[in-house]
């Protein structure tokens, strides 16, 4: 049997990745075991989610540190508590500095809703909406200190139809995400990404 990877999920806002990645898990589509969730805001409906999943929660209050540095130090303590071999951003709206770059090097991964290297940034849905493209899609990627300019895995596009509203763009990228990033998971737990 190969070991299960032990991962940490990062989010901040409604938790559907979360949910989505969970029932993979729930599902053996991942061999790995989801063993923290890390937040930023403590409104944050991921914790609901946690707790409903019996997930132990973090919420890191960033203005309690001095610097971002010190703040993630104390997320490296408890990813070193709980074992962690790899993190995996679920709509963290955080920048990570080398502090958690450099520990998890290679063992970061992030979904994205645009197709890198286009529409980085918080605001991508919006921005290729706006920017009246044919084509928007997912990217899931690795981190590292640039924003949304690590290593791209895999590349999914979704067409925005003349019709479609913000919100339709935005239904349609979601429901590309919550497929692509078990699945590219899925692909990265077998080549045993995590655990090298």
Do not use: C
């Not at 290679?106 to 849905?125: D, E, Q, Y």
């Amino acid at each position: 049997m190969v070991k299960k990877a032990r991962l940490a999920i990062f989010a901040s806002g409604t938790g559907t990745n979360f949910q989505a990645l969970h029932d993979a898990v729930l599902q053996r589509q991942l061999n790995a075991k989801i063993v923290r969730l890390i937040v930023d805001k403590s409104t944050a409906g991921a914790l609901n989610l946690a707790k409903l999943f019996g997930v132990p929660a973090t919420f890191i209050k960033y203005s309690d540190y001095a610097t971002k540095t010190d703040a993630e130090q104390a997320i490296l303590k408890q990813l070193e508590i709980d074992d962690v071999d790899g993190i995996l951003l679920a709509g963290y709206m955080r920048i990570l500095t080398p502090t958690l770059i450099d520990d998890y090097a290679g063992k970061i991964v992030n979904l994205h809703p645009a197709l890198l290297p286009h529409f980085p940034g918080r605001h991508s849905i919006l921005d290729a909406y706006e920017a009246g493209v044919e084509f928007t899609g997912v990217t899931v990627h690795f981190v590292d200190t640039g924003i949304d300019t690590g290593e791209i895995i895999v590349q999914q596009k979704v067409p925005r139809l003349p019709s479609d509203s913000l919100q339709d763009l935005e239904t349609r990228i979601h429901h590309v995400e919550h497929v692509l990033y078990p699945n590219t998971l899925e692909q990265l737990l077998n080549e045993g990404v995590f655990l090298k």
